[in-house]
């Protein structure tokens, strides 16, 4: 160990890095390809872009990137207080949605508290556990999801903190209303529950989230948003957390003042106003993701029903698929670091991106 790695406490050294999706423009370099042949479907983004009127927004505002970001999104709070029906004051606002789990971690976090969390969730949460050096329980899944109660037998004295992720990622699975509210109500008041819907807007009318109107019922309860899914502003990095007010009181002391850029709030802001596009991003993944289980299904390989945008599918060497894919030019991304190494996981594209990567797997399968 050299000297100035020494310098970092020993939970920071153990953390192992988060591993985004390769970008289009590293595998072009990697493999000699042309940026425009690749097919990147690897980190759930939305293949429709960004709402029309968040693009036009965005160029008028431009004129005045010299000027510091209203480090309160007054015009941006604003619109979700409306859009969701809560408080100003319920509202915390991050770099993504990533921004609020970590600021829940650094608010109410110290080392000896311990936080609970599924195997096959998010890997962020073990993260920014580790990262202020706080204990991760892990709950082994259930069919690929939340074991729920497993979760209330693994609370111990020093529990402080749970994440849920609703629908979960890189699983795609679903915890129903009634379970998820019947949970709620026997976790331990004193004991935080982080209910990540980064991928709310996908779920089906019957199926949507109704957690926003139980906070009132909930005082522990925090429900992170984000704007990179089917809004489609991941570039812009925006995200929102829906809390008791004294709760978000605390996630402010510590957020950074200019931590959502006015880029990002002017976006965010007109993405929440065009209800038509989050329609058409809806409808685009409901026949995206028929299509790409068909295709599945027709090559034999058995996949994980996913309500997000994305599906991961079971394959003998998923590693070496994984290769074969990038040489061909097309991206999905590895789950092996979730304890799942016998399965990729494939974001939902455009009908011709989703024909690429069946038609590329089906090559490759057949080799």
């Known amino acids: 160990m050299s000297t100035l790695s020494a310098l970092?406490?020993?939970?920071?050294?153990?953390?192992?890095?988060?591993?985004?999706?390769?970008?289009?423009?590293?595998?072009?370099?990697?493999?000699?390809?042309n940026e425009a042949d690749i097919v990147k479907l690897a980190s759930n983004e939305n293949p429709l872009g960004m709402s029309p009127k968040a693009q036009m927004a965005l160029e008028a505002a431009i004129e005045n990137i010299a000027r510091y970001p209203d480090g309160?999104?007054?015009?941006?709070?604003?619109?979700?207080?409306?859009?969701?029906?809560v408080q100003a004051s319920q509202i915390v606002f991050g770099n993504g949605s990533n921004d609020i789990l970590e600021l829940v971690a650094r608010a109410f976090l110290t080392a000896g508290d311990d936080v609970i969390y599924s195997q096959h969730a998010f890997a962020v949460y073990p993260l920014v556990t580790q990262a202020v050096g706080a204990t991760g329980i892990v709950v082994p899944a259930v069919a690929f999801g939340h074991d729920l109660a497993g979760f209330l037998k693994?609370?111990?004295?020093?529990?402080?903190?749970?994440?849920?992720?609703?629908?979960?990622?890189?699983?795609?699975?679903?915890?129903?209303?009634?379970?998820?509210?019947a949970f709620?109500?026997?976790?331990?008041?004193?004991?935080?529950?982080?209910?990540?819907?980064?991928?709310?807007?996908y779920l089906s009318p019957a199926d949507k989230s109704e957690a926003i109107g139980?906070?009132?019922e909930f005082e522990n309860l925090i429900i992170s948003r984000s704007f990179s899914k089917a809004y489609g502003l991941a570039g812009l990095r925006v995200g929102f957390g829906l809390m008791h007010a004294t709760v978000a009181d605390l996630l402010n002391r510590v957020r950074q003042p200019f931590n959502v850029n006015s880029l990002a709030q002017?976006?965010?802001?007109?993405?929440?106003?065009?209800?038509?596009?989050?329609?058409?991003?809806?409808?685009?993944?409901?026949?995206?993701?028929?299509?790409?289980?068909?295709?599945?299904q027709q090559l034999g390989l058995s996949y994980i029903p996913s309500y997000g945008n994305f599906v991961s599918f079971k394959v003998d060497n998923a590693s070496a698929v994984n290769q074969a894919l990038l040489k061909?030019?097309?991206?999905?991304?590895?789950?092996?670091?979730?304890?799942?190494?016998?399965?990729?996981?494939?974001?939902?594209g455009l009908f011709s991106e989703n024909a690429r990567f069946l038609e590329v797997l089906t090559k490759i399968l057949a080799s």
């Open 8 to 33: 970092a406490p020993a939970n920071i050294r153990a953390i192992a890095p988060y591993q985004g999706g390769k970008p289009i423009s590293e595998l072009a370099r990697e493999m000699g390809l």
């Open 72 to 85: 309160n999104s007054f015009a941006l709070r604003d619109a979700v207080s409306h859009k969701f029906g």
């Open 154 to 181: 693994a609370i111990t004295p020093n529990t402080k903190l749970m994440f849920v992720a609703n629908p979960n990622n890189p699983t795609g699975t679903l915890i129903s209303k009634p379970d998820l509210k």
């Open 184 to 201: 709620l109500q026997q976790v331990p008041k004193h004991i935080l529950v982080v209910l990540d819907e980064a991928y709310d807007e």
């Open 214 to 216: 139980w906070l009132a």
């Open 266 to 296: 002017v976006a965010a802001i007109e993405s929440l106003l065009d209800d038509d596009f989050v329609a058409r991003s809806y409808a685009a993944n409901q026949a995206g993701m028929l299509q790409m289980t068909q295709g599945l």
């Open 328 to 348: 061909q030019g097309v991206i999905v991304r590895p789950v092996a670091n979730y304890e799942m190494p016998a399965y990729l996981r494939v974001s939902i």
